[in-house]
């Protein structure tokens, strides 16, 4: 509806108008984040990635990372690809760890992410799900490791 639009647009202008990052913008955010609508979750949690400075990142998206909604796991492994460099070791973990996840598009998502990281000593995990058993893991498998120069 209507509403939530508006709202999923309020938290985007907030994210983009937050870098570099002020704690007022990012404790707005924060407020979306409990939404009722899962595209507004979703959005506020991109624009919390793009608010948050560095330093602080891992301990912003890391809840989402580990929590039961895998939505906000799926939304969360996308930030991190779009972050980037922004991102630490230990976030870079946690993104290997979700190829374990119970759900398929959180895999798909986690595989994709990597290929933004290119971790050499990884590649044997991005291997192993070529082997998973959902088709679209499978293909996000083959294009990473066809974009790291390994396939």
């Known amino acids: 509806n209507e509403d939530t ?3 999923s647009y309020a938290v985007e202008l907030f994210g983009k108008a937050s870098v570099p990052a002020d704690v007022e913008s990012e404790i707005t955010i924060r407020g979306f984040v409990h939404d ?4 507004v979750r979703s959005r506020a949690v991109i624009a919390l990635g793009h608010a948050t ?3 602080r990142l891992s301990a912003t998206l890391l809840p989402f990372l580990q929590g039961s909604d895998f ?7 996308e930030t991190l690809a779009i972050l980037g460099e922004a991102c630490d070791q230990d976030l870079v973990e946690m993104l290997y ?7 398929w598009p959180v895999r798909k998502a986690a595989v994709f992410g990597c290929a933004r990281f290119g971790d050499a000593g ?5 291997v192993q799900l070529l ?3 959902e088709d679209l893991v499978r293909r996000a498998a083959a294009q990473t490791l ?6």
């Open 71 to 77: 939505s906000m796991r799926c939304v969360a492994v």
């Open 131 to 133: 082997d998973d058993d």
């Open 53 to 55: 400075p560095p330093h």
């Open 122 to 126: 990884k590649n044997d995990l991005i």
């Open 146 to 151: 066809q974009r790291l120069g390994i396939a």
């Open 5 to 7: 639009l508006l709202r």
């Open 97 to 103: 760890s979700l190829f374990s996840d119970s759900y």
């Open 36 to 39: 009722a609508s899962d595209w």
